[in-house]
């Protein structure tokens, strides 16, 4: 599968931005797909992940729960991370991953196919 991300841009402080995931193929529905986010000089970290199909599960990291939503459209083979009230330290290359497993999980090790990232800065 091949994943191509966007929606990336300046936005000010406590903003809104929709980042967007769309796949290749066919058999987009059997991906667990996540968002994860590198910034400078920093590891990358895991941001948000949902399971394969409907998408029942999703998981948040600690940092950005009650302020990021992912969610997927399997019509469009689309996975979505709204990102909402966005602060400074969310400045990052975000990057969407799929992995051919069931359930929504975060270590980047597990997803081995990746989006080229798109970049997010917050500005005060």
């Known amino acids: 599968v091949q994943l191509q991300a966007s929606g990336g841009g300046l936005v000010q402080a406590g903003g809104s931005l929709r980042l967007s995931c769309v796949a290749s193929?066919?058999?987009?529905?059997?991906?667990?797909v996540a968002w994860f986010r590198q910034a400078p000089g920093k590891e990358r970290e895991f941001v948000a992940a949902?399971?394969?199909?409907?998408?029942?599960?999703?998981r948040h990291a600690d940092s950005v729960k009650g302020r990021f939503t992912i969610s997927r459209d399997n019509a469009l083979n689309t996975v979505y991370l709204q990102m909402d009230s966005l602060k400074l330290e969310d400045t990052a290359v975000y990057y969407c991953?799929?992995?051919?497993?069931?359930?929504?999980?975060?270590?980047?090790?597990?997803?081995?196919?990746w989006g080229q990232g798109t970049l997010v800065t917050v500005s005060s």
């Open positions: 991953a799929a992995a051919s497993i069931a359930t929504p999980v975060t270590g980047p090790w597990q997803y081995p196919y």
């Open positions: 193929g066919r058999t987009f529905r059997a991906y667990a």
């Open positions: 949902i399971s394969r199909s409907e998408g029942s599960m999703t």
